[in-house]
Structure formats: C-alpha cells, structure tokens
C-alpha cells in the first residue's frame, strides 16, 4: 500500500526529482499510470513481446520533458508500453503524451497505421526519418485455439506471434506497403518516375527491408 501512496503522490505533485546511479529524472511517464504485472498471459501461447527482457530507454514528452533511468517492455498483442518502477510493473494508458521512446537503439512514436482509424494509435519504429519517414509496425499474427473437446486433440490456447508491416507517411497521407510492393511508388506521386527509375536500378525486393528504406531514403534526398 506504501507504494501505491508514493506513485499516487508523484502523479499530484506533478514534478519529483530522484537521484539514483546518477540519473536524473523530471518526471514518471505520463498518464494515469497503473500498477499491473507484465508476465506470460494465461490463455496465450507464443510471445506477445516486442522484445522479451525489459529495455532501458528514453522518453521525451510531448511537453519537451525527457524521461530517463526506466526500462519498457511493449505487449504487442495488447498495444501496451509497461515501464518498471521501483521493482514493481506499470502500464502507461495515456500514451498520447509521449513524443517518442528510443530503446534498444532504435525510435518509437505513437501513430495511426490506419488513416481511417484515428483512435488505434500504436507503437511504431521510425526506421527512416525525413519528408518520407518509413515505419515499421510491429502487430500480432493470432492463430485461433482449435481444441476439438469430442476428439481431445488441438490446442485449447490462441498462438500469437510478432510480425512486421512497412508503412511509409509523407506530410499526413500513410501509405502501407501491400506484400508484392506493387504500391510503393503510389506514396510518392511527386516523384514516381524518379522511383520507378532508382527501384530498377537496385533491382528491388519488397521482401528486403534495407530495399525500402533505399527508396524512401532516396526519396527524401529529392526533396532536401
């Protein structure tokens, strides 16, 4: 109970400072953050996580203020960015109020991977930054659970595993990748030919991903 009083304590004030290993913390990530454990899910075979071990990372608020000296850990298959506190788990549930998270030497931001869908934002990689910017959305691959109680064969748990999905965002237009990359010169109508051109020149692979991240690359170096 002393620890759900101490976080709700720094929630009011809105600004604590710790000292710890020489790391200085303005603030705990934002939101109304909730203690929660981050373990195995009953029910669900496979791995949720983007990555299995927890990540120290850094988080710069929309506000300006930069967060650092925690670990994340992102659940995949429930969209939830967990950070750990003092050995105990929570989840931040207002993640609106995140600019982007660097862990793992890679940046993260919150962003719709469907335009159509303003309220499912997810936790995308920025693999390419620039007038084009390239992300990589992490989300689950699900296979139902397909126990047959009569026979008392199958799997009685859903399986989920981590797949990747390439979109590329230019101004506020999103455009993601289909699986034979037949539209990718459809997110640069400005230079299609130019692409068209520079795409037979690398004799491109919608399967590599360092191809994609040529082409929006070069894009971006047209338009500096």
């Not at 000296?69 to 298959?77: D, F, H, I, K, T």
């Not at 719709?112 to 691959?141: C, H, Q, T, W």
Request: glycine fraction near 6%; charged fraction near 25%.
């Amino acid at each position: 109970m002393r620890k759900y009083a101490f976080f709700l304590f720094l929630c009011l004030a809105g600004i604590q400072f710790f000292a710890s290993a020489q790391i200085f913390i303005m603030d705990l990530p934002p939101g109304h953050n909730k203690v929660i454990s981050a373990e195995k899910e009953k029910g669900l075979d496979g791995s949720p996580w983007l990555m299995e071990d927890w990540s120290p990372g850094t988080v710069r608020l929309i506000s300006g203020k930069i967060i650092e000296g925690l670990s994340y850990r992102y659940n995949v298959y429930r969209n939830r960015l967990y950070f750990q506190y003092e050995n105990a788990e929570f989840v931040i549930s207002a993640p609106d109020s995140i600019d982007q998270l660097g862990m793992a030497g890679k940046i993260f931001v919150y962003d719709n991977p469907d335009s159509l869908a303003k309220d499912k934002k997810r936790l995308m990689e920025i693999a390419v930054d620039g007038p084009a910017r390239l992300y990589i959305n992490y989300y689950p691959f699900i296979i139902p659970a397909n126990y047959n109680i009569a026979l008392g064969s199958g799997n009685a748990n859903e399986t989920v595993s981590v797949r990747e999905a390439y979109l590329i965002k230019v101004g506020a237009t999103l455009t993601t990748i289909d699986k034979k990359g037949k539209n990718i010169t459809a997110a640069f109508p400005d230079k299609k030919q130019e692409l068209d051109t520079f795409m037979k020149k690398i004799n491109f692979s919608v399967k590599k991903r360092s191809d994609i991240e040529k082409v929006v690359r070069y894009y971006n170096s047209l338009n500096q």
